[in-house]
């Protein structure tokens, strides 16, 4: 068994240094547990990452959790998954004060770009390195390839890529390649579907009780967000801006694009921006104390719901991978998750290195293209040392997101 102060030094490391997106995300997970600490297989790692992608919610906060799981049990995933998300959570509140007081961040903003031209590297390196282990047929990297062109290409919706992946894994799952181990013994998910549910309901249905109207509203809206982001927070961010910006009128636009930059460069998961849209609306419907209830309700429902998923499914995916039809859609569910995590790591990378993109429209295709007179000098420079130091000084990506960050900083102050 993995002793407590392991896993909180582990995870605590993930969560602090979990910068850039769910592609980021997932690189550094990788390295630390599969890579470094050899806490996980490749096997069990991408097993994991594909049946996350399945899910409602952020996929990455969920394979921190089911790590966790993995691990020490429901404890672990305790840990984990509070660990990658408190962090953040907390650096959001502080900025989103900062933010209804002043305005905005300009020196948060000048480490954390920093940081993301750090982080690039870190997804790239990743990337290939998830790539050569997820391709167990010739056919993988062709179904990764075609994955990558649907929804960088034809924006074709996440979930419809993995339903396509997984039926063609079902129907061409060859014998020759599965599993022979005896499946695990079967398991009852009713004890975490009603701990987890009731914890989910009990503070809506407490706040309906107390006629907070404004919360209650809040929390229905962000449990409805919880149960149809499927493929991540890019996949609901347009939705979710329309809903609170247009039909709600809970924020501004403009509030809601720096709130998404914060949420981007900022620690912990990208769906954090829902934290900070309820802080902003808790603010004005009713000023600071107002603001951090509404911030903490939106995180309740926003996250208690990826714990009732992981501890609910978790202990059902070795069996998967047992099962001869099953294991084949998730190995091709897998590859076609590589495909998506490049098109996340080209969007990141573009947002970073270049000040405006647009999109090409050649008949169904739209292709994010890039002003390349746009392109930042220093994203670039910066990223450029980030590869040297880290892959011919061998420094830590602790010290190396250190450096990118006061690297950042003294540009800004210097600028």
Same mark, same amino acid.
């Not at 209804?100 to 993301?116: D, H, M």
């Not at 061409?172 to 989910?200: F, H, M, Q």
């Given at each position: ?72 049990? /429901?404890?672990?995933? =305790?840990?984990?998954?509070? @660990?990658? #998300? $408190? ?5 959001? &509140? !502080? *900025? %989103? ?118 919360? /209650?509203?809040?929390? =229905?809206?962000?449990?409805? @967000?919880? #149960? $149809? ?5 890019? &996949? !609901? *961010? %347009? ?140 994203? %670039? ?35």
């Amino acid at each position: 068994m993995i002793p407590t102060a392991e896993l909180f030094s582990a995870f605590g490391r993930i969560g602090l240094m979990s910068f850039g997106g769910p592609a980021a995300q997932i690189s550094l997970m990788h390295k630390v547990l599969v890579d470094e600490k050899k806490w996980l297989t490749e096997e069990q790692f991408l097993n994991a990452l594909s049946f996350c992608m399945m899910l409602p919610g952020p996929e990455a906060m969920q394979l921190a959790t089911y790590s966790g799981w993995r691990l020490r049990g /429901t404890f672990g995933g =305790l840990i984990a998954g509070l @660990l990658f #998300v $408190v962090p953040g959570a907390l650096v959001i &509140a !502080v *900025l %989103a004060g900062v933010y209804v007081t002043y305005g905005s961040v300009p020196v948060v903003a000048s480490v954390f770009l920093g940081v993301k031209a750090v982080v690039v590297v870190i997804v790239i390196d990743a990337l290939l390195r998830i790539a050569g282990k997820a391709f167990t047929r010739p056919a993988h990297r062709v179904l990764a390839v075609l994955s990558f062109l649907a929804i960088f290409v034809f924006h074709i919706p996440f979930p419809l890529i993995v339903l396509t992946a997984g039926l063609w894994g079902w129907v061409t799952a060859a014998s020759s390649n599965l599993p022979t181990e005896t499946a695990p013994a079967r398991v009852s998910v009713t004890k975490p579907v009603l701990i987890w549910g009731s914890l989910w309901a009990a503070p809506i249905l407490g706040l309906w009780a107390a006629g907070a109207a404004f919360l /209650t509203d809040l929390a =229905l809206f962000f449990s409805k @967000l919880a #149960v $149809v982001t499927f493929g991540g927070a890019y &996949a !609901v *961010l %347009a939705y979710m801006t329309q809903e609170v910006v247009v039909s709600k009128g809970w924020i501004e636009t403009e509030a809601m694009i720096d709130g998404l930059g914060l949420a981007e460069t900022t620690p912990g998961p990208l769906i954090l921006v829902t934290e900070f849209v309820g802080f902003l609306a808790g603010f004005a419907a009713g000023g600071l104390w107002m603001a951090i209830a509404a911030a903490i309700v939106t995180l309740w429902v926003t996250f208690i719901p990826c714990f009732l998923w992981i501890f609910a499914g978790a202990p059902f995916i070795d069996q998967l991978t047992h099962a001869p039809r099953f294991s084949g859609a998730l190995k091709a569910i897998t590859a076609a998750v590589v495909g998506v995590i490049a098109n996340l790591s080209l969007w990141f990378a573009a947002h970073v290195f270049f000040g405006r993109l647009s999109e090409v429209q050649i008949g169904p295709a739209r292709i994010l293209t890039p002003d390349f007179a746009s392109l930042q000098p220093l994203p %670039a420079i910066l990223a450029i040392g980030a590869a040297l130091l880290m892959f011919n000084l061998k420094l830590s990506l602790e010290k190396t997101l250190i450096a990118g960050g006061l690297a950042g900083l003294a540009f800004g102050i210097w600028a």
